[in-house]
Each structure stands twice: as C-alpha cells, then as structure tokens.
C-alpha cells in the first residue's frame, strides 16, 4: 500500500467551475497534511497545509481533513487558467524522520 | 532571501557513468532533502540531512547513490554507477525545522538524463 495515494486522471474543468482533488494516506499516525502545486517544469510549492479534523480556507482554495477515513481533499473554487497544474498531496509522518511523503499527484487543466 | 540553489540543471550522461549534483539551502535551514521525482511521478524521499547528521536514508539505493553534507550547509548527491532508470530530476529542498509544521523549499532541480 502507497503512503499517498491519487489515483484521479487529468480533470479538466472550466474557468470559474470548482476543481475537487482527493488523496488518501496509510500512515494512521499521520499528523501534517498538505498540498503542493507544481507548474509543467518547475519545483512544486506549498499552497495548504492542515493539521486537524474539518476545513480550512485560504483564498479560493479549501483544504478538507478526515483524519478517521485517512482522506484530505483540496478544492478550488472559481478555477482560473493559472491554476491549470499538476497538484501533489504530501503527508508527513510524525514518529522517525518525520518524512514528508508524495502522491503521485493530480492534472488540473483549467480551460478558458 | 535567496532560494534554495542547485546545479547543474542538466546532465545527461550514458549508462555505468558517474554523476553529482549539488545544493546549497537556504540560509539557516537545518534540515535539506534530497528528492527524486520520475516523469508523471510525485516526489520520492532519498535522504534527509538535520544539520550534517543523516536522519532518514531508507529510500536511498545504497548500492549506487552516496550523499554527504559535510558542514551542515551545503550538499552533494553521487549516483555511481548510473542506469537507465535514474533518469530523474533531482530536488533539492530545505526547511527551518524537521518538526512537522515545516514547510519544504525547493530548488530549481536537476534533470538527468541516462543514455
């Protein structure tokens, strides 16, 4: 069993629609969730992080946290052209080295 | 506030040849990664530095990849020898703490590429 998973395909969605992107994680004892957006070629960034149960917003964009069901989800609300990325969800352990483990991320693609 | 910098940004080199990249964290960050990342793959742990010390190599192929961070700033990534799948690129980050409200900041990369 992978430590992040995404399984979702590339999600297109129109400009002003809501992308909805999913990830689950197998460390139960995981404490620090997070999601990074990462532009064709580039590094990814830090976009959300959340630590506790429910949601938390920043902007257009809403991270969800269901720490029973192992699920963190991330929402962009009135998608633009510049959100059309690849985004990683990463989840870090929290005994041992405190890694930080990867999905292998969603494909948003934003169309006009 | 400078970035995190890595070079070179490009290699290319042919099976069984040797390979290093290095990385230069942000200014105080204790703690650097090193992360490889496949075309259409998320970010894959190699190893992770707190201050020159290892703390966590379980992902690192021993057997042909070596990284050292001699003086608790700067490091260096070897792959010997190299084989087709390493074709990778090759991230480096940083962080201020290990502690599990850090936030990871990456460098620009290294894409290497094995003929």
């Known amino acids: 069993q992978k430590e992040v998973e995404q399984n979702s395909g590339p999600l297109s969605v129109p400009e002003g629609a809501i992308a909805s992107l999913n990830c689950t994680y197998s460390d139960r004892g995981s404490q620090s969730f997070f999601w990074y957006r990462q532009y064709s070629g580039k590094s990814p960034e830090l976009i959300m992080s959340?630590?506790?149960?429910g949601d938390k917003e920043d902007g257009r964009f809403t991270a969800q946290l269901n720490k029973a069901s192992q699920y963190v989800s991330l929402l962009i609300r009135d998608s633009q052209p510049s959100d059309s990325a690849t985004y990683l969800c990463a989840v870090r352990r929290r005994y041992g080295s405190n890694r930080l483990a990867f999905g292998k991320g969603n494909q948003v693609v934003v169309i006009p | 506030e400078a970035g995190v910098a890595q070079s070179p940004r490009y290699k290319i080199i042919e099976k069984r040849q040797s390979v290093a990249f290095w990385c230069n964290p942000i200014s105080g960050h204790a703690t650097l990664y090193w992360y490889q990342q496949i075309l259409g793959q998320g970010p894959k742990l190699l190893i992770q530095f707190q201050n020159n010390g290892v703390v966590d190599d379980s992902q690192l192929p021993k057997d042909r990849f070596s990284a050292e961070r001699l003086k608790g700033v700067d490091s260096t990534l070897k792959i010997q020898p190299a084989k087709l799948e390493d074709s990778a690129v090759y991230l480096c980050?940083?962080?201020?703490?290990?502690?599990?409200?850090?936030?990871?900041?990456f460098g620009e990369g290294s894409r290497l590429t094995v003929l």
């Open positions: 959340i630590y506790s149960n």
């Open positions: 980050a940083s962080s201020f703490t290990r502690a599990h409200t850090g936030e990871l900041f």
